[in-house]
């Protein structure tokens, strides 16, 4: 399977698809990294794994038509399969979307659809959940609203402030991202009826308590 991530910033995320895409096996290869930003950090992570990458500034466009043309354009070289959106800032129009469907993924920093949108952190600690966590899911017209694939809960601690929890949030982004991009590069993952279904994967008999039980 062939993958563009596209960017806006540090490229964490980004990081652990090249990495989990070195090893020996693993069926997906990330081709191209498409920043929207000359100054993404992320875009060294590319350099760094000999990635091609390329810099689509939408501050030198007009409108979002032109800024997703020139999108496009770069994407459409590069022959793929698959583009991951990895702290990609710009909201994709649904024409755009339309164009790849099925073909856009996204991680999300909250366990949807609780917390679509910015500020996931501080809304959850707000709300006090004590479950928080991430998602990978299928891009559509709805912001944060396309089919779960993928979801990790991180517990919620006493004292956390957003950052405390933004970091052990992001710990789990890292390991969720590639085991769900592996899943989708092995055809393991269908959709039914808006939702998706992972083939092989058996009932989560593992769930995630917090409290634990035994408290
Ligand atoms: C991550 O928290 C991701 O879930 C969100 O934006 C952040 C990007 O971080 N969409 P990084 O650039 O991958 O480090």
Known sequence: MRVAVLISGRGSNLRSLLEAAEAPGYPAKIVLVVANRPDAGGLEHAAAFGVASRVVDHRTFDDRAGFEAALDAALAEADLDLICLAGFMRVLSAAFVKRWENRIINIHPSLLPLFPGLDTHARALDAGVKLHGCTVHFVN?????????????????????????????LQAEHRLYPHCLRLLAEGRVHLLEGRSQIEGASDPGAALFSPDLSA
């Open 141 to 169: 017209e709805a912001v944060d609203g396309g089919a779960i694939i993928g979801q990790a809960a991180v517990p919620v601690q006493a004292g956390d402030d957003p950052q405390r929890l933004a970091a052990r949030v």
